[in-house]
């Protein structure tokens, strides 16, 4: 099931009628007890994690299920009117299990995700680097060139907490702040979707109901 859309905004309003509906959500579907709170606490921290990176966006918040042979698969959904800049990226991002776009997947996902990512242009640099792909999926240039990849030093989630653990006493404070931040406990999956004019993030958490 899906419910139905909340619009939420970067000043916050939206977010009580966001977490009332989380509430209906998990009783709807069975979800009781800790596993409740979990679900609230996840939706609460989603919408303050948005809050706290982006600015100035409309966003439409939704929650939907899919039963699994792992079980019944909560989503809770949040997508932004808002293109990241290349800080704001990295920061959500870094939230995200793998670390990288999900919308760049396919031949047509990374030619998408080197448009969009040109956009972000700070420098003379990027846009002689967006000139060189336009002309190129245009067909105006030769074809023959081989575009470098923008620097991409985002960092996974699930690599950041293995290497954390493996030097628990040497790196205490830091295993202390990552054990500390809900969406890292409680989340089973993060993905992001970073476009054009949207940044969409999906926190998915598995429950036994």
């Given at each position: 099931?899906k ?13 009580e ?23 609230r ?24 299920t ?12 949040l ?7 290349r800080?704001q ?7 995200s ?33 967006l ?13 023959s060139?081989?575009?470098?990849a ?6 996974s ?9 493996d ?16 969406i890292s ?5 993060v993905?992001v ?17």
């Amino acid at each position: 099931m899906k419910t139905d859309v909340i619009t939420v905004y970067s000043d916050l309003r939206g977010r009580e009628e966001a977490m009332d509906t989380a509430e209906r959500f998990a009783a709807y579907n069975g979800i009781k007890g800790k596993e409740a709170m979990h679900l609230r606490l996840l939706t609460e921290e989603t919408i303050c994690m948005v809050h706290g990176i982006l600015d100035d966006f409309r966003a439409d918040f939704w929650l939907e299920t899919k039963q699994t042979k792992y079980g019944l698969l909560c989503m809770i959904c949040l997508s932004a009117d808002k293109q990241a800049n290349r800080v704001q990226e990295k920061q959500i991002l870094s939230v995200s299990t793998s670390g990288k776009n999900e919308n760049a997947k396919g031949i047509g996902g990374k030619i998408r995700e080197l448009l969009r990512r040109s956009l972000q242009t700070t420098s003379a640099d990027d846009e002689n680097f967006l000139k060189s792909i336009n002309e190129a999926c245009l067909g105006i240039g030769t074809g023959s060139t081989i575009f470098p990849a923008p620097s991409a030093d985002f960092w996974s989630l699930q690599l950041y907490r293995q290497k954390l653990s493996d030097n628990k006493d040497k790196k205490a404070e830091e295993w202390d702040e990552l054990e500390k931040s809900i969406i890292s406990k409680l989340a089973d999956e993060v993905k992001v979707w970073l476009e054009n004019d949207r940044t969409e993030v999906v926190i998915e958490r598995y429950f036994n109901v």
